[in-house]
């Protein structure tokens, strides 16, 4: 109610109480009137309204921009820790600000003046996070880790599509022995005879290192794209490579020779790692083909994906040190007891760095409090 005998109404103001004798031109004029009074009202509390929101806000706005122009010059690393965590706080506050400019304040002016004051600092800030090297560094510090353990269900599947077929190729070899001259030819007869294939990569360490690890990478690369065949690929790389093995550990446990034992155990550890991850990479995208949920196909596809990809990066640098190790120490003739050892210490440097905390929530929850 803006008085007595009328009322604001949505498109524009009438009389319900005006006399019938009032001519049209006469009803006419009362209607300007108050609607131009009811427009003045608006704009003036509209003017308080501004005039408050500027007062109670402009010192934390000019803030910012001091914070903005010190990051956008040196990176955020020219801030201090209180400074940073400041910083974060006004922009939170800053960009909540905008969204009320916007919504009830309504000045192009000021609307403009926070939008760009937003996105500014926005661009500080990942900008400083995502400058050169340092993408790298963040990504296999804290990045790879997290993934890792989002996703480890599917690594543990990966694990487990590998296991089974070993145990049984383990077991058969116990068994039947035509069974493993079937799957990999010759293999009984070199076993048997103690040839140590192995002893051929000490002729040539830089060449084999090579070759190892192009090999490796690109098991794991085949491993990961199976996931597009809605993962029935990735169980037959997985499948595949555990029988293998699993019949070469059974024979060399069976017949006593253990110089092929003794040569996977220096790398093992990783390489396996590897391939695990990288075959949960890609169970992640069968299963976003096969069984998107809520989700269309394309957008679970997208994220699983990304996930996927993460995971294949971080795999890299491992299967380089795995292909390092498998082509100087793995064939090395040093005491079992160095290789046993380099085995237990990779898995427990792998413990720690796939459990560690993410020290960046830690921080922004820093910032928050």
């Not at 940073?84 to 800053?94: A, I, K, N, Q, S």
Request: charged fraction near 20%.
């Amino acid at each position: 109610m803006l008085g007595r005998g009328f009322i604001l109404h949505p498109s524009s103001l009438i009389l319900p109480n005006a006399p019938a004798c009032l001519l049209p031109a006469q009803r006419n004029g009362l209607l300007y009137h108050f609607s131009f009074r009811a427009r003045v009202v608006i704009y003036r509390a509209r003017g308080r309204m501004l005039k408050d929101f500027l007062e109670s806000r402009l010192e934390k706005w000019k803030r910012l921009e001091e914070l903005t122009a010190r990051a956008s010059r040196y990176r955020l690393k020219n801030l201090s820790g209180e400074e940073v965590r400041e910083f974060g706080r006004l922009y939170r506050r800053t960009a909540a600000d905008l969204a009320i400019a916007r919504e009830e304040v309504r000045d192009r002016r000021l609307v403009n003046y926070l939008n760009h004051l937003v996105a500014r600092a926005h661009g500080t800030i990942y900008r400083s996070e995502s400058s050169g090297f340092g993408v790298f560094l963040e990504f296999f510090r804290f990045e790879f880790p997290l993934v890792f353990r989002r996703t480890f269900r599917y690594t543990l599947a990966s694990f487990l599509i590998f296991m089974a077929p070993a145990l049984f190729g383990f077991g058969i070899s116990f068994i039947d022995e035509g069974f493993a001259d079937q799957v990999v030819p010759q293999l009984k007869q070199d076993i048997v005879a103690r040839r140590n294939w192995t002893e051929a990569i000490n002729e040539a360490n830089p060449l084999a290192s090579t070759s190892i690890q192009t090999n490796n990478i690109t098991v794991t690369f085949v491993a990961f794209a199976g996931g597009v065949i809605f993962g029935l690929g990735t169980v037959l790389i997985l499948a595949n490579n555990g029988l293998h093995i699993g019949l070469v550990l059974g024979l060399s446990v069976k017949y006593r020779f253990w110089e092929i034992p003794i040569f996977v155990t220096s790398h093992g550890v990783i390489e396996l790692t590897a391939i695990f991850i990288a075959g949960g990479a890609g169970l992640l995208i069968g299963r976003a083909l096969l069984m998107p949920g809520d989700r269309r196909r394309v957008d679970a596809l997208v994220t699983n994906g990304l996930l996927a990809i993460k995971l294949i990066l971080g795999c890299i640098p491992m299967l380089v040190i795995a292909g390092i190790i498998e082509g100087f120490i793995s064939p090395a003739h040093i005491a079992p007891t160095y290789k046993f050892s380099i085995s237990i210490a990779s898995a427990l440097l792998l413990i720690v760095y796939f459990l560690k905390p993410d020290l960046r929530a830690e921080k922004a929850e820093g910032s928050r409090q």
